[in-house]
């Protein structure tokens, strides 16, 4: 991918057209924004307007994780990262869009749950120093944790609209707390244990790196045991009454969304 027009002015070297938000993530924003607005309206089916807005505003949080990642990463040191693409906020640069984007929804729909998805290639090699790499993999999970307080204040603070509006607003919270939860547990290959890995030992760091790349399949099979997703739940619902979500709700909450289910 080329950026490169005379006289565009650059940044580190890199020109701006590499920082444009993409087409796809401003259709993917303008969706949000919509049926928020009709859900706020209860306008046509309300459920499937909330369904969209939900899932619209998924989307959105997953290509500001991964820009999170990107950018810090760019300024760390890694400037390839620009012409990858990434800094574009478009979902379908990512390593692996079916686990990028089709997985996680499809989880989101079924489960209930934030699972981490998109997936951007960092050059490890180009940025110096072990804090760097770690900032570079607590940038994306700080993104999440983020929405969530956000999220949870306007759930908390806000009035007006339909109640189905401010169920979709909750729901979209307590996401993202899973997604803060799991994108933070010290697993190989996700956030949590890509920030502790430039810490480990050379005969640990092997260890990890042999297993980073089955993490992420590890964790998805790991949740849909009905013991281990228990717990997982129970510590989410416990961070949820903490900061004042009312996750006792969730499952109504998850109804409304399933509009198919009647």
Not at 58 to 67: F, K, P
Not at 252 to 259: T, V, Y
């Amino acid at each position: 991918m080329s950026y490169d027009r005379p006289g565009e002015p650059l940044v580190l070297g890199v020109p701006r057209a590499a920082f444009r938000p993409s087409p796809v993530f401003l259709a993917l924003v303008a969706l949000f924004v919509t049926s928020g607005v009709l859900a706020w309206q209860r306008y046509g089916n309300v459920r499937f307007d909330v369904f969209l807005f939900v899932v619209s505003g998924w989307l959105v949080s997953l290509c500001l994780h991964e820009y999170a990642h990107a950018v810090v990463a760019f300024r760390a040191g890694d400037r390839d990262i620009a012409h990858r693409g990434y800094l574009t906020l478009n979902p379908f640069k990512y390593t692996h869009p079916l686990l990028s984007i089709v997985l996680p929804v499809i989880v989101v729909l079924l489960g209930g749950i934030g699972l981490p998805g998109g997936a951007v290639w960092v050059d490890r090699h180009a940025i110096p120093g072990r804090l760097r790499h770690t900032l570079v993999s607590l940038a994306g999970p700080a993104t999440n944790v983020l929405f969530t307080l956000v999220l949870v204040a306007a759930v908390r603070l806000g009035s007006g609209g339909s109640a189905e509006f401010w169920q979709g607003v909750a729901l979209l919270a307590f996401l993202q707390l899973t997604a803060s939860v799991l994108n933070l547990l010290p697993v190989p290959g996700l956030d949590g244990g890509n920030m502790i890995q430039p810490w480990l030992s050379p005969q640990y760091r092997r260890m990890y790196d042999l297993f980073a790349p089955y993490g992420f399949i590890m964790l998805f099979a790991l949740l849909w045991s009905p013991r281990i997703g228990g717990w997982f739940f129970g510590a989410v619902f416990w961070l949820a009454d903490l900061i004042g979500l009312p996750a006792v709700h969730f499952r109504d909450w998850l109804h409304l969304i399933r509009f198919w289910a009647g």
